[in-house]
Each structure stands twice: as structure tokens, then as C-alpha cells.
């Protein structure tokens, strides 16, 4: 896997398990519960000495994880790392002798920062994702919003503190590639061997990651003046008309489309954090976006599209939260 693809990979599962391991034997189980809650990569964290056995056991057993290691704090800690399976090196602080060993093995790595200054020097290394921790007391997304203005182009992988309070403040922020965090795959859980419980976990992080939230209800009408005529019904219920050019807006939850457009019946359109990462999401869930209704905003970012599937012959609208 290509760095550019580990990245898009991160950026549309959002959510990085952050592991600290007691017992290699426990590794394939974790690794299979959370790739049942929908996460197919994970970091194992060299804080304790199971680190390098889970990290080979996932890295030999697994292929559907990419297993990566964290807290690695030396070149010798990374080739370590990589030679028991380690996709990509992640670690709390940015080591410059770290990096470099792993940029000239062509190993992806994503070191920590906490200041500007620290940014810049990943910048000069040629690293445009970094690793913001520990996020939360660092300011959390307030830090990150300012960060973006002198740093445009990099992206965050946001660790610290960050749990399902406060998950969808991150998610929403556009520098942040993903999130990762500990809480689903706490020691608790995983020396007490549960499985499901992390798998449930899992799974509900990305589903509230995606800020999938229903938006409005589409009406199709065959032309202008039925439109106008539904409208005008519509008007008794207390409902305020917007007339744009091509539908009629009641209120925010109801859309007058003035011709017979997507969907048997109309649309149900929803909103979301993130278009791509959304479609990525319900792919896993059997759906599939019909390329030909992309748009795109002015910095080339989907603003919606529409799913290939009807449910109850309406068709689904997705439309990226403003
Ligand atoms: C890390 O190294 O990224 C953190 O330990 C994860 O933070 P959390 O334990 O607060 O989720």
C-alpha cells in the first residue's frame, strides 16, 4: 500500500484504534472484532513488551488490517516495528532521526506535534500529515481551526482525549484526516476478552463520524406550475416558500422540485460531515453513489451526489453538512 493510499484509507475510515497491548494472544481477536465494527486498520503502541509479537501476529493472520506501531520513539524502535509487520509508524513526538529512517525505508509516518514550530519542521521533512496530541489539552478543535490558517495544506490525525462526547467536533473539522483514540479498545476490554462489546464500539464511532443527520424530503412535480400548485397547498400548514430555479423550498424539510427528477417518488435527502468518507461508509453497506450526480464546491470538495439505490422509491440525496 502506497502512503497516498494508507492516507486515503484513514481518511475515510476516520477512526484509528489506538492499542496498548498486555498479551500478544490477544492481538488476532482484537484485530477481528474491530474489523467487524467496520475499522480496518489499528496501531499498537510500543508501551508494552506484547507490542512487536501482537504487531507480527496481525501483520501474519490478518491481511484485512493494516496494522501500524505507535509510541515509537527511535529509528531502532521503527525498523523493529517494520520487520515484525508494521504498515505505517506513528509516534507521540516528532523525532527527526525517526522520520528520516522512515522516509529513506519508504515507510509511511505520521509524527506527533503540539506547536507551530513543531508543524514547520514536519513541513521541512516533506510530511504534510502529521499527528496533533495530545489534541484535547492542546485546545482541541479551536487549536486545530487556528492551525489551518498558516497551514493550509496539512492534515491531523487528532489523538487525546477524543471519545464519542466529543468525536463529531473533529469530524467535522476539514484538517482532520482522522481521529484516533483509545476508548474502544481500552485494557479493560481487551484483557476481559470483549470481543463484541469493541465490535459494537467500533462500529458506533464510525457511524456517529460520518454526522449523517436527515436533511429534507423531496416532492417531484412535472413543471413549474405544479410545483407552485403543491407549494401554495403546502402554505396552509404554516410552511414559508422559498422560490429557487428549479424547486421550491417549504421551510428547510420539504423541496418542490419543478420536474420529474431522481426517484419514484422523490428524494430523502441527508446530510453529512464528509461526502467521500460517507459513500465509503455505506458502500460497506451495499450502497452505491451514481457518479453522475456529483457537485463540487469551489475548492474541488464533493457537495453531494445520489446513491444508485431508492428506499421506499425515494431516491437518497447525500449533501455535505455547511
Ligand atoms: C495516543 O497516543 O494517541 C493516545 O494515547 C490516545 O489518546 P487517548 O488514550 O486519550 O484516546
Redesign the pocket.
Known amino acids: 500500500m502506497t502512503k497516498k493510499e494508507l492516507f486515503k484509507e484513514i481518511h475515510d475510515i476516520g477512526v ?1 484504534p ?1 492499542v ?1 497491548i498486555d498479551d500478544e494472544n490477544n492481538a488476532i481477536p482484537l484485530a477481528k472484532a474491530l474489523n467487524k465494527g467496520g475499522i480496518s486498520y489499528i ?1 499498537i ?1 510500543f ?1 508494552t513488551d506484547a507490542a512487536e509479537g501482537a504487531i507480527r501476529k496481525i501483520a501474519n493472520e490478518c491481511p484485512e488490517i493494516v496494522v501500524g506501531a ?2 515509537v520513539i527511535n529509528p531502532s524502535l521503527a525498523e523493529k516495528a517494520v520487520r515484525a509487520g508494521a504498515s505505517f509508524i ?1 509516534s ?1 513526538g516528532l523525532n527527526v532521526e525517526t522520520v528520516k529512517w522512515c522516509i529513506s525505508n519508504g515507510i509511511p509516518v505520521v509524527p ?1 506535534i503540539a506547536t507551530p514550530s513543531e508543524i514547520e519542521l514536519g513541513l521541512s521533512l516533506g510530511l504534510d500529515v502529521l ?1 496533533f ?4 489539552t492542546l485546545g482541541g478543535v479551536s487549536m486545530l481551526k487556528a492551525l489551518s490558517g498558516p497551514f493550509p495544506k496539512v492534515k491531523f ?1 487528532a ?5 464519542m462526547t466529543n468525536i463529531q467536533s473533529y469530524a467535522k473539522a476539514p484538517n482532520v484526516l482522522a481521529i ?4 474502544m479498545v481500552k485494557a479493560e476490554l481487551i484483557n476481559g476478552e470483549k470481543w463484541e462489546e469493541i465490535a459494537t464500539l467500533a462500529a458506533e464511532a464510525r457511524e456517529r463520524f460520518q454526522g449523517l443527520e436527515f436533511a429534507h424530503v423531496g416532492i417531484n412535480t412535472p413543471n413549474e406550475s405544479a410545483a407552485l400548485e403543491v407549494a401554495s397547498a403546502l402554505k396552509n400548514f404554516s410552511m414559508k416558500d422559498k422560490n429557487g430555479n428549479s424547486s421550491i423550498f417549504m421551510n428547510t424539510e420539504i423541496e418542490v422540485v419543478k420536474k420529474i427528477y431522481k426517484g419514484g417518488n422523490g428524494h430523502l435527502a441527508f446530510r453529512c460531515f464528509d461526502v467521500e468518507r460517507t459513500l465509503r461508509y455505506l458502500s460497506e453497506k451495499g450502497f452505491q453513489v451514481d457518479d453522475e450526480t456529483f457537485s463540487y464546491d469551489a475548492r474541488g470538495t464533493i457537495k453531494s451526489c445520489y446513491l444508485r439505490q431508492e428506499i421506499g422509491g425515494f431516491a437518497i440525496h447525500l449533501i455535505k453538512t455547511m
Open positions: 484509528l489506538v496498548k496501531e503502541t508501551r505507535g509510541t506513528v507521540a506527533g499527528k496530541f495530545p489534541a484535547e490525525i489523538t487525546g482525549g477524543i471519545d484516533g483514540g483509545s476508548w
